[in-house]
């Protein structure tokens, strides 16, 4: 996944963006388009805390809020347990994708959070703003 970023530097600058997405699909599946979709409506905040931790939260089509774990792989979705976890049918969910095409476009929203804030965020006791 740290070669996303300089796939995508180097496929910018092709004839063809729409070869980025077609490789993307061949990788990552079925979550490509709506990964790509998330990314169009900058539904991806990289939150950070004094401490270094990372976290990036995914506002999901369907309005919930998940927090995703690029550095372990990991999202709390119905989709990642299923088709990631249970079924080995995809490498990871739109979520986790779009956090990595974010990361790599440098298309995040940016939160910088205190460390007893990140605390709640990584324990899923934080409340999400109304």
């Given amino acids: 996944f740290q070669n996303v970023n300089l796939g ?11 070869l980025l997405s077609v490789r993307l699909r061949f990788v990552f ?9 998330l990314v169009d409506r900058r539904s991806v905040t990289r939150v950070t805390s004094p401490s270094g931790r990372l976290a990036f939260q995914v506002l999901g089509a369907s309005g919930h809020l998940y927090t995703c774990y690029t550095s372990c792989q990991f999202c709390p979705c119905p989709a990642f347990s299923f088709s990631v976890l249970r079924r080995n049918e995809s490498l990871v969910c739109k979520h986790i994708l779009a956090a990595y095409l974010c990361q790599a476009m440098d298309l995040c929203q940016q939160e910088q959070v205190s460390d007893q804030h990140m605390t709640l965020i990584l324990s899923g006791r934080a409340q999400p703003d109304p």
């Fill in 8 to 18: 995508f530097s180097v496929t910018l600058f092709s004839p063809s963006l729409s």
């Fill in 29 to 37: 599946g079925a979550c490509t388009l709506q990964a790509l979709d």
